[in-house]
């Protein structure tokens, strides 16, 4: 079974930016979703972003518009989130999700959607 292995998080300033890493931990070849949810205190988990790893195609939440994005490494099979202008509401536990496709679909920002999870990376942002 497929694990996803992130990486990336960590304590930092208002303003400072952070890249989150998410990778399989087999290689995979099937085109396929993979998307950045994240979840902080006492909140349900939301939709922060995800990419179409076939053509590239991004989607993201309107809090996070502009200052993060999603990106994908074909030659280390990683999917990484790069964050830029932290803000404290930004703090969370973020976890990184995939859905394998059999054929094209649009990025889903629901969770149910992905069935491989990462075990999280804590993100916090200190005013």
């Known amino acids: 079974q497929v694990q996803l292995v992130e990486s990336g998080g960590g304590l930092v300033q208002t303003g400072d930016s952070l890249r989150l890493s998410c990778a399989p931990s087999?290689?995979?070849?099937?085109?396929?979703?993979v998307a950045w949810f994240r979840q902080g205190p006492g909140k349900e988990r939301q939709f922060v972003g995800a990419?179409?790893?076939?053509?590239?195609?991004?989607d993201y939440t309107d809090s996070v518009k502009g200052r993060f994005t999603v990106t994908r490494a074909a030659a280390t099979n990683t999917v990484y989130l790069q964050m830029r202008d932290l803000r404290p509401e930004d703090t969370a536990v973020y976890y990184c999700?995939?859905?394998?496709?059999?054929?094209?679909?649009?990025?889903?920002?629901?969770?149910?959607?992905?069935?491989?999870w990462g075990q999280g990376t804590q993100v916090t942002v200190r005013s």
């Open positions: 999700a995939m859905r394998s496709l059999s054929r094209p679909a649009p990025i889903s920002r629901t969770k149910d959607y992905y069935d491989t």
């Open positions: 990419i179409t790893w076939r053509n590239g195609r991004t």
């Open positions: 087999v290689p995979v070849l099937a085109s396929y979703h």
